[in-house]
């Protein structure tokens, strides 16, 4: 081993662990990675930011304009009206979900289609009397095996794509992807619906048929005003006023600079009292109209009058927030939501515990699920502003009609520029993601919002790190070090091999940054095999993309995690007979489509 070797295997190693530790955002672990291996002379410093130029990071950023203008116009909607009339057959609901989202993620952005999807799923299993948790998992790993149906299904494919050129022949085209992953999806989906879906864990869920995904233990902030006819009364008047509707708990008082927690049933309210309230969305309605209270989250300079006019037009929703939001990381009182995007945000809850701080002073981490109220027209605006999916709105009015035809033609068309090789397929797209926005269908401030920067700078950050791992030698030194077991494995299990090596990758990193790490690999060990290389590239896209076994092995499973109650451990429960599953019927697939002698 040469010093830039072990020095480039010391930065990987480093930045592997980075990945898995999760304090660190991957984007941020990426760029640390490639100013070590800049600063070092491992990747010399005009190529740094090569990534940024690069055809798979301007493609990913097509991908995710076109997903994003595709919601707009109602194309994915049209599916998803269709889907709460297929009765209340768990069986049923889970194929035709699981169907539905993983023919969605095969052109567009998968964790796009599971956000779409995933109200429709609460909605289905709380009007059949059950835990949205039998959904929601086979909802995502759906949305996984689905994106491994086309080029621009998910970004390891996209990354593949172009590694294939380092072989010396074309990119893989548009439906090159089609035959294996056809294969492992149906087989996958009638896996999820006939089985899997009973490994997954049923958390209790009430069977009243309601309409909300009903979330407990939601910790909000009410002001007793001083014309409240409850200054003066004690905490144990205020919730008897409401005790044969609902459950309220005074958690703590707060008075001038002293905090009480949990404040004796005799303490007499004053003005100007904040109390902490736990109850869930229904029984804060009922206590803010029953007593006059105020939400002291979201006070406003309005005048009775104004409000009362306004009062009406005002609506509550649950929304949870997704990995790539502006939330993540800050407070409701540092990014001022009220004043700045017309929300206030009037409650936290995540995964089932109790947050006991201050409503301003919570740090918002993905998949924390918050109740959010605002103005009917303008809620589902400000909600895609801050990157915030609706889990379930009162309703569930998911229709969204606009231009339905003229989305998908343009659409269409870019993707037949692809499939008949007439254009690039970055250029393509790029073309089509333009057409969108001058169409109309998309605004051209959303069209950059839709860019999941994170992603982006993953793949510029990590494709000048897989591109020293090739020229330092590293990828040739580990593809050495595997054709020491090829002397003694059939080329099947060597397959086999490679792409279970990539899924337990993928289940701790990103799966973008595990594609760009595999795939000079897997180039070296066809070469040291003298066997087409177009296998083992197919076999590292498969296993990249199908990251079943742990929550943070893709963002849709991540999503899915806190609305459906799951600990880090339930995903395994399907994920790994789903996995093996994978790999029994990708290999045999691969070998026929792509055969080790090209």
Same mark, same amino acid.
């Given at each position: ?28 672990? /990426? ?13 010399? $410093? ?63 952005? &998968? ?43 998910? $970004? ?68 007793? $005003? ?174 969204? $009609? ?154 849709? &499973?991540?999503?899915?995690? /806190? ?36």
């Amino acid at each position: 081993m040469t010093g830039d070797q072990a020095l480039l295997f010391a930065i990987l190693g480093l930045t592997l662990a980075g990945f898995a530790w999760g304090r660190l955002r991957y984007d941020v672990v /990426a760029l640390l990675a490639l100013l070590a291996t800049g600063l070092t002379g491992l990747v010399p $410093p005009g190529a740094m930011f090569s990534g940024l130029s690069h055809p798979a990071v301007i493609t990913v950023a097509a991908v995710l304009i076109l997903s994003r203008a595709l919601l707009n116009a109602g194309v994915i909607d049209v599916l998803a009206r269709r889907l709460t009339r297929v009765g209340d057959r768990p069986v049923v609901q889970v194929i035709t979900l699981t169907s539905v989202v993983a023919l969605s993620s095969g052109f567009i952005n &998968n964790v796009g289609a599971l956000a779409l999807f995933m109200p429709v799923a609460v909605w289905m299993a709380r009007h059949a009397g059950r835990s949205p948790s039998f959904l929601l998992m086979p909802l995502a790993f759906g949305s996984l095996l689905g994106g491994t149906l086309t080029l621009i299904g998910t $970004p390891p494919n996209i990354i593949i794509a172009a590694y294939r050129t380092d072989t010396g022949a074309p990119a893989f085209g548009m439906f090159d992807f089609l035959p294996v992953g056809l294969a492992i999806t149906l087989v996958g989906v009638a896996f999820i619906a006939l089985i899997g879906w009973r490994l997954t864990p049923q958390r209790d869920q009430p069977t009243d048929g309601g309409e909300l995904f009903e979330i407990e233990n939601y910790l909000t902030e009410l002001r007793v $005003p001083e014309s409240s006819a409850y200054a003066g009364r004690s905490v144990h008047e205020l919730i008897d006023s409401v005790a044969d509707e609902t459950d309220v708990m005074v958690t703590a008082l707060l008075r001038d600079d002293e905090r009480r927690r949990l404040p004796s049933t005799y303490e007499v309210l004053k003005p100007g009292d904040i109390l902490l309230i736990e109850a869930d969305s229904d029984g804060l309605e009922a206590l803010i109209e029953v007593t006059g209270l105020e939400l002291a989250a979201g006070e406003s300079s309005e005048s009775s009058e104004e409000t009362d006019k306004t009062a009406g037009e005002l609506t509550l929703t649950e929304a949870i927030v997704a990995p790539n939001s502006r939330l993540v990381g800050s407070s409701a009182g540092a990014l001022d939501l009220r004043e700045r995007y017309g929300v206030n945000v009037l409650a936290v809850a995540r995964q089932g515990k109790r947050l006991k701080q201050r409503i301003n002073q919570i740090r918002f981490v993905p998949g924390d699920i918050l109740l959010l109220q605002g103005r009917e027209e303008s809620l589902p605006g400000a909600m895609n502003r801050l990157g915030c999916l609706p889990l379930a709105s009162r309703g569930l009015n998911i229709a969204r $009609p606009r231009r339905v035809a003229l989305g998908a033609g343009i659409f269409a068309a870019g993707l037949a520029l692809v499939a008949f090789d007439l254009l690039p397929v970055a250029t393509a797209l790029v073309g089509a993601a333009v057409a969108m926005v001058i169409a109309g269908l998309l605004p051209s401030d959303d069209a950059y919002r839709a860019i999941d920067m994170p992603v982006i700078v993953l793949l510029a950050a990590m494709l000048p790190v897989g591109q020293a791992l090739e020229t330092t030698g590293g990828s040739a030194m580990i593809a050495e070090g595997l054709l020491g077991m090829a002397d003694h494995l059939p080329a099947f299990l060597m397959l086999a091999l490679l792409m279970v090596a990539v899924m337990l990758l993928s289940n701790i990193i990103n799966n973008a940054a595990a594609a760009v790490l595999a795939a000079p690999i897997a180039i070296q060990l066809a070469q040291g095999m003298n066997a087409s290389a177009d296998p083992f590239l197919m076999a590292v896209a498969i296993g990249a993309s199908c990251a079943f076994l742990t929550p943070i092995g893709h963002q849709s &499973n991540t999503l899915v995690m /806190a609305p459906g109650g799951y600990q880090f451990g339930d995903y395994w429960r399907m994920g790994l007979p789903l996995s093996l599953l994978v790999v029994i019927v990708a290999v045999p697939m691969i070998l026929w489509v792509w055969p080790l002698v090209g």
